[in-house]
């Protein structure tokens, strides 16, 4: 079988007692960085063979472990930090290994994106990950300006050296919306800045950046409202959970930035009529 194994994005202790299990009892650990992964093994005592599966390896390296998981072997991937395949390498093994009739296991555990959305104060009930954006500028733009009118949270990823760069553009796109950027989360030195994308760029210009980023930028607040038959379905079904007018009304205008006066009434409407 081929386990994909969550790893510490940063502290040693956030791994599931499962995961340990599995690399225990692999017969070997595909590891995006060797070294990177012995200092975890090292931590727990785990003394399996491992080999590297990387961004510049992974076309031939997928045909050598498919062969190994056709014989018979269990192997464990993980990469150097969080949940593998996540923009990290991984999806060539995963498909070849489906399409040979192996059987592919989640072992969950740590991610970055979940992580630091669960304490940014942003919205969560929906979300988009977009991992890094283009490191050429004109590219980067051009995503940006694809994303202008997203509603749900936006999730991105960022290296030190072009997080300035990426905030002046987000600025300059998506106007002066609120953002979290977390810098070596769960680490020794782990930081969250809040505030709106005028005030975290400034407070970055004053300082060297250092350490990888996670950014949740607020979804657009004018973006096309949902129409009538839309939010009576999404009233339907919060009406079959048990909720009440009000709450309905509350919910549903806060997720979609709508009226919470014309959810209100359509919900009213709505328990005339029946379903």
């Not at 942003?122 to 988009?128: A, I, S």
Request: net charge positive.
């Amino acid at each position: 079988m081929l386990y994909i194994v969550a790893t510490p994005i940063g502290n040693l202790e956030d791994i599931t007692l499962r995961a340990l299990r599995v690399l225990k009892e692999a017969d070997l650990i595909a590891a995006e960085d060797t070294r990177h992964t012995k200092t975890l093994l090292t931590r727990y005592d785990i003394h399996v063979p491992l080999t590297s599966y990387h961004e510049h390896n992974e076309r031939v390296k997928a045909r050598e472990l498919v062969a190994r998981l056709e014989r018979g072997q269990n192997v464990a991937l993980v990469s150097d930090a969080g949940t593998p395949t996540l923009s990290d390498p991984g999806y060539r093994l995963v498909r070849d290994a489906l399409k040979a009739a192996i059987r592919v296991v989640p072992v969950p555990g740590p991610s970055a994106v979940t992580a630091v959305l669960s304490v940014s104060g942003l919205p969560t009930d929906r979300f988009v990950f977009e991992g890094f954006l283009p490191a050429k500028k004109g590219e980067r733009k051009a995503r940006l300006h694809n994303l202008v009118g997203e509603a749900r949270s936006l999730v991105f990823f960022e290296a030190p050296h072009r997080i300035r760069d990426t905030l002046g553009d987000m600025l300059e796109h998506f106007g002066d919306r609120e953002v979290v950027l977390a810098r070596e989360a769960t680490k020794a030195y782990e930081e969250f800045l809040r505030g709106r994308l005028s005030v975290i760029s400034a407070a970055l210009a004053a300082r060297e950046p250092r350490g990888e980023f996670t950014v949740v930028v607020r979804g657009s607040e004018t973006a096309p409202l949902p129409s009538q038959e839309f939010l009576l379905a999404e009233i339907r079904k919060l009406k079959g959970k048990g909720l009440r007018v009000k709450e309905i009304a509350e919910l549903l205008s806060e997720r979609y930035s709508c009226s919470k006066k014309e959810v209100y009434r359509l919900a009213v409407e709505s328990l005339k009529t029946g379903p």
